[in-house]
């Protein structure tokens, strides 16, 4: 079955706690990329990565960080995540200018 | 850079009645369209899109959106909803020269019995 894991689904943290949230998809889509969304301002990209080894920000990328070191694997990290990074994130690939693929979401809460 | 309006951010309907869900767009230039719906708790899935041909492009449950470019418009209908039609809608915009996919802020679609 085409789809795109990650984990973990929730998660609660404490301000300064670095993070990883992990995102995999077994299509062997060339375009990924990773989303917050926000009551009231849709969907906002983070990063996205066209290739193994090439990544680009997005619209909001302050306070992350990604890599992609096989085609299959987006991690999402946050190294010190503060209380304006609660959010719901989601992981999507694609291939470039089609149908993107998501991811079902993890819902991450910064005390 | 592109920017997307989906000029309602709520559309409350009865069950069996026909809506429109509205999105305009700010450029006309070799852009690509999607409407995707959310339901409560789940990630984004696509209803339609629109990369060349037709203007009319037809998706899943009874959707279909019509490209127009002279209005930069892609305005998504269905002739009658259902109970099970209420989500979040989501229109966006790829292309135009930019790598990065635009979305719009939603539109929540609430039908009522």
């Known amino acids: 079955e085409a789809q795109v894991t990650q984990n973990p689904r929730y998660l609660i943290t404490v301000t300064g706690k670095k993070l990883t949230v992990t995102c995999s998809q077994n299509?062997?889509?060339?375009?990924m990329s990773w989303y917050r969304q926000d009551p009231g301002l849709g969907l906002r990209q983070i990063y996205y990565s066209m290739n193994v080894e090439v990544t680009d920000k997005g619209d909001v990328p302050e306070g992350y960080k990604v890599s992609r070191k096989e085609k299959r694997n987006f991690p999402l990290i946050l190294e010190s995540p503060s209380p304006n990074q609660t959010s719901l994130y989601f992981c999507?690939?694609?291939?470039?200018?089609?149908?993107?693929?998501f991811g079902p979401g993890t819902r991450l809460t910064v005390l | 850079a592109q920017s997307v309006t989906q000029l309602d951010s709520q559309v409350p309907v009865f069950e069996e009645a026909p809506v429109e869900l509205r999105c305009n767009y700010s450029s006309s230039v070799s852009v690509y369209l999607f409407w995707y719906v959310q339901y409560p708790n789940q990630g984004l899935q696509l209803l339609l899109k629109y990369l060349s041909g037709s203007t009319l492009v037809k998706g899943i449950n009874g959707f279909e959106a019509e490209f127009n470019k002279s209005q930069t418009s892609f305005h998504l209908r269905k002739p009658s909803v259902h109970i099970s039609d209420t989500a979040e809608y989501f229109c966006?915009?790829?292309?135009?020269?930019?790598?990065?996919?635009?979305f719009g802020r939603g539109t929540s679609l609430i039908v009522h019995p």
């Open positions: 999507a690939s694609s291939s470039v200018y089609n149908e993107q693929f």
């Open positions: 966006a915009v790829w292309g135009g020269g930019s790598y990065i996919p635009t």
């Open positions: 299509m062997n889509h060339e375009y």
